[in-house]
């Protein structure tokens, strides 16, 4: 008698808890405070669903088919093809790069990359995003990348393409931290959405804010262009949680809120 509640005590214990998180890899995860209170103590994004309080976490590109620790379930992050994509770029001037080009382009990366390292806590993010534009998905998230035949890094961000002059919008409230013309870029800015998250638009044919404006969801903020790096007009457009470039495209996806808080 005593084994069999013993026995059942342990299947009352391990059935209120999740046993594993599976994601793919460049997704947004979500895991339950309740189940991992220490998450409470950490400078983190935290977003309630449902009444239930849950810390909004990364899985990096870079982990394919790995298990990330340190969130009291076991993450597993599925080992996922993304495919590839090969683009030719005619101005070779853009791909093998001068001196003076290549010291310009590392000077952006560095600022780049500093502003991304914003963290404001003045505003709440909103997971409810739209689409920055109306036009056509020309390069999807996680493609491994060849330009004229010579292995890049992967494509970590959504490419949408549409003619000329398109309009682009905020697909969620947001600070405008960095506004720029930039190498590979073009015409670039970053707006922050709070606690981690940020998204970044390149290769604009015009800009229609300035750096510290705030903005609504839908607010204009720019013009589809071709300028910077680019082999016809589109969008680039990343998302950024915790400094990691996740799928723009999930964020949109009309299953976003069922997937992440399943
Ligand atoms: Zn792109």
Known sequence: MRFKAFIFFIFFISSGLKSEIVVDPGEMIAVKISTCPDLKNKEIFFYTFNNIEYAIIPSPFSKNSRVMSGYCVPIKINKKDFGESRITILDVSK????EEDSQRAYKESQLIRDSLKSYSKNIKPSLEFISPVDGIISSRYGKQRYINDQPRSPHLALDIAAAEGTKIIAPSPGKVILVGDFFYSGN?????????LLSSYSHMSKIHVNTGDYLNQGDIIGEVGSTGRVTGPHLHWSVYLEKQRINPES???ENFFEKLFN
């Open 95 to 98: 791909v093998n790069l001068s």
């Open 188 to 196: 670039y800015l970053i707006l922050d959405h709070g606690f981690g």
């Open 251 to 253: 964020m949109i996806a």
